[in-house]
């Protein structure tokens, strides 16, 4: 019996490449702030604590691997989980992570 995931490899790659982006204590931090939500760089910023380049470079590095989408507003860019698989995982994390 055959599971359907591991027959398309590029399900696989796609696992793959999102689990290793957000296996970073920062960028998973990242994801827990976002959630189901879209939120502009300078609120996540505020929210994680560490400086904007620094955060922009992780937003840079899970936007590069399909974990995140971003939309701009005039000045504001505002990020967001763009796959609704990778949503799943990051709810299950946060429910498991990063709640008290």
Do not use: W
Not at 4 to 9: A, C, G, K, T, V
């Amino acid at each position: 019996m055959a599971n359907s995931l591991i027959d398309r490899d590029e399900d696989i790659e796609q696992a793959s490449l999102a689990i290793k982006s957000i296996a970073h204590p920062l960028r998973l931090k990242i994801l827990c702030v976002l959630g189901e939500e879209e939120v502009s760089v300078q609120d996540i910023v505020d929210n994680v604590g560490t400086s904007q380049s620094n955060i922009s470079q992780h937003l840079a590095i899970l936007r590069d691997k399909g974990v995140l989408c971003t939309r701009k507003d005039a000045n504001r860019v505002y990020y967001r989980i763009g796959d609704l698989r990778t949503l799943k995982l990051v709810s299950m994390m946060r429910e498991v992570f990063c709640t008290q």
